[in-house]
């Protein structure tokens, strides 16, 4: 229980956080197009390594044929 | 010639209403040998209110199908004979009525198989399209429904549904009419014949043959068919006794390729004691559907009660069950979440619209790494349902739900996308989607649970190509559609 309640805390203490210093919001794109720039973006090691592994096994598998349907 | 435009000769016009005391089961039972599956038909065609039937006898003259099945049926088994086959309609009109579009409901074909020395038919329910009785504002959803139209003696009429088949277990099995459903949802003309996917799987019925005595369809066999009609499609394999084990949850992709608007076909071995190391024997249904339950316990009391330890919750979360024909049993059907466990689970061809590099639950990985490195690029905004998407971002409480998207169809739903105050997307911003789209691309789609099983509304979209082997994000300003403002 510790986790869950952990968690719930957590996230509605930053949402309350968040309702104390910020209001409204704009229909204008432009306020944030284009604001993290495409370089920065990078794919976590653990997702590269999710991605590379499941690939693998499908790589393993694509010419097995077992079994009769 | 297909039997749903061959010529019928009518064999009878029955009311069938409840009030006239009309009953299915004594129907099937005195005409159709008690056959279950017929059973499950006509109960389809009861929940859909019908009150009349037609029945028809297909010829062999008089459709070239029917003749081509019955040719590979005598070089399969030298004793067979004949074979007597039956069209029934079902229509919500009485018969003192001329029956109008709105009336027709689906069709049946039955046909009964004739061999020398047997007192019985094997019989078999060769194909019907019955629409499904449950819809999207019922929370179900079938994406890859098609059209056919039946040539019938009292007028033309059309039906939208899935195509089902059963096997004779001769010249098919269930692989074959688990392809053909399969096949039906996505090629142009909405079916295929036995005897190109056997031609294409190189089953003659002399030197190569399938069904009783010889089993069924490999593996191999279903890629030359699906290869031979040049489908793309993903391949997903468990087999323990070959020690390869799937490192991931089968279910997860299934639901990406469904949720895409494609089908799959999903093989599982049987319960068999006798099965030894080799195993059970083995059986395949197609899958083309889903139900979703909006109020569903389990995404947020699984990470909370039974240790998930995901970063987000995929939206495959609220599926409650996935709709499937069985050719043991009818179509139609609903499979429970999770009741088809990996333990069972062997293989799984889930079709697709293009060549892709990475798969719906890969695409969904990348998507929330760059939703994760957008959020730690720009934590805050001033903005407050950018803000917000940080805030789930960072705590883990995003809803991620992925599908291989179309640029028409998705430049379609830009247009139509507004904001909470009424804005819609600028028309300089949606001009950029124009010019720089690729025909198909992953979507994924962000959320909250409170969004997204309520309005389906969103904090946006993380868009990313399909074709490119490396993870990458489509263009360097990400498309943020808030549930208030559009943002890219």
């Known amino acids: 229980m510790a986790n869950i ?13 968040l309702t104390a210093r910020t209001y409204g919001h704009t229909s204008n794109c432009d306020a944030v197009a284009g604001k993290v720039p495409a370089n920065e973006l990078q794919v976590s090691k653990e997702v590269e390594t999710f991605v590379t592994e499941t690939r693998a096994y499908s790589d393993k598998t694509r010419k097995v044929s077992v079994g009769r349907y | 010639m297909n039997f749903r435009q061959a010529i019928g000769r ?14 299915n089961f004594l129907f099937v039972d005195q005409h159709y040998g008690s056959n279950p599956v017929l059973r499950r038909i006509f109960s389809l065609a009861r929940k859909h209110e019908y009150h009349s039937l037609l029945t028809e006898e297909i010829r062999d003259a008089d459709c070239a199908l029917l003749a081509a099945e019955n040719t590979a049926l005598a070089v399969r088994q030298s004793d067979f004979q004949r074979s007597e086959v039956h069209r029934i309609s079902f229509f919500r009109s009485t018969t003192s009525q001329v029956p109008a579009q709105s009336d027709f409901i689906g069709y049946v074909i039955f046909k009964r198989d004739f061999f020398t020395g047997q007192p019985q038919p094997r019989v078999h329910v060769f194909e019907s399209v019955m629409p499904p009785f449950r819809k999207a504002v019922d929370n179900n959803f079938i994406h890859c429904q098609r059209d056919y139209e039946i040539n019938t003696s009292l007028g033309k009429f059309s039906v939208t549904g899935v195509l089902y088949a059963q096997q004779n277990g001769l010249t098919t099995v269930c692989a074959h009419v688990g392809l053909r459903t399969v096949l039906a949802c996505v090629l142009p003309e909405g079916d ?36 031979g009609l040049n489908l793309p499609f993903d391949k997903v394999v468990h087999e323990p006794s070959q020690q390869l084990n799937l490192p991931t949850e089968y279910q ?7 949720e895409s608007g494609f089908p799959a076909l999903v093989g599982f071995e049987l319960d068999d004691p006798a099965g030894g190391a080799t195993g059970g024997p083995r059986h395949a249904i197609p899958v083309f559907g889903h139900t979703f339950n909006e109020d569903t316990w389990m995404p947020q009391a699984q990470r909370a009660y039974f240790g998930g330890t995901q970063s987000y919750f995929p939206s495959e979360n609220w599926l409650s069950t996935f709709i499937v024909h069985d050719d043991n049993f009818g179509p139609y059907f609903c499979l429970p979440r999770h009741f088809l466990k990996r333990d069972k689970f062997r293989l799984q061809y889930e ?33 407050d349902w950018y803000d917000r998407f940080a805030v789930f971002t ?10 291989l998207a179309k640029k028409d169809i998705y430049l379609k739903h830009l247009e139509e996308m507004r904001a909470w105050d009424g804005a819609s997307l600028e ?18 789609e962000a959320s909250v649970p409170e969004l997204f099983n309520s309005s389906r509304r969103k904090f946006g979209e993380v868009l990313l190509p399909c074709d490119r082997p490396l993870p990458s994000a489509l263009n360097d300003s990400m498309l943020l559609a808030t549930p208030h403002d559009c943002r890219a």
């Open chain 1, 5 to 17: 309640n952990e968690s719930i805390e957590q996230l509605t203490a930053s949402l309350q956080e």
């Open chain 2, 10 to 23: 009518q064999v009878q016009r029955l009311d069938t209403g409840i009030e006239r005391d009309f009953s």
């Open chain 2, 192 to 227: 295929i014949t036995y005897e190109r996917m056997n031609a294409l799987a190189g089953i003659d019925h002399k030197n190569r043959r399938v069904g009783s005595g010889v089993g069924g369809l490999e593996p191999a066999a279903m890629e030359s068919i699906l290869n």
């Open chain 2, 252 to 258: 997860r992709d299934l639901y990406g390729c469904i």
């Open chain 2, 351 to 383: 079709l697709k619209s293009c060549p892709t590099t990475f798969n719906a639950m890969q695409a969904e990985a990348i998507g929330f790494a760059f939703c994760n490195a957008i959020v730690n690029n720009r934590p805050r905004t001033g903005n």
């Open chain 2, 394 to 403: 960072r705590r883990g409480w995003l809803v991620l739900r992925t599908i």
């Open chain 2, 427 to 444: 028309a300089d911003m949606l001009q950029k989607f124009r010019d720089y789209l690729p025909p198909k691309f992953w979507m994924v």
